[in-house]
């Protein structure tokens, strides 16, 4: 069965950093494309960030550009975000996601319970 468990959310300042990070199990990690998406308080679902199976193509948000980090380590099977320079604007529940297949186009067919992060002084 698919679980993808979030980990690293907290409180932090504005201009901070946090990495998340996401364990992904029951499938092979390393064939999938993988993303991250957010939830704002009263806000939908946003898509931030994705990152091929290979780990050598990211695309970003242009919201979170320059300032967010995706990246794998598919012998560990591991997905990490690295946020930095963040702002209250960035405080959301982020939801580790699984791509449908190898390709972005197929979209996502599975995401985590998520973890919070909240950015307030």
Do not use: H
């Amino acid at each position: 069965e698919v679980q993808l468990v979030e980990s690293g959310g907290g409180l932090v300042q504005p201009g901070g950093s946090l990495r998340l990070s996401c364990a992904p199990s029951g499938f092979p990690y390393g064939d999938y494309v993988m993303m991250w998406v957010r939830q704002a308080p009263g806000k939908g679902l946003e898509w931030i960030s994705g990152i091929n199976k290979d780990g050598d193509t990211t695309n970003y948000a242009d919201v979170v550009k320059g300032r967010f980090t995706i990246s794998r380590d598919n012998a560990k099977n591991t997905l990490y975000l690295q946020m930095d320079s963040l702002k209250p604007e960035d405080t959301a529940v982020y939801y580790c996601a699984k791509g449908r297949g190898s390709e972005f186009k197929y979209g996502i067919n599975y995401w985590g319970k998520g973890t919070l992060v909240t950015v307030s002084s």
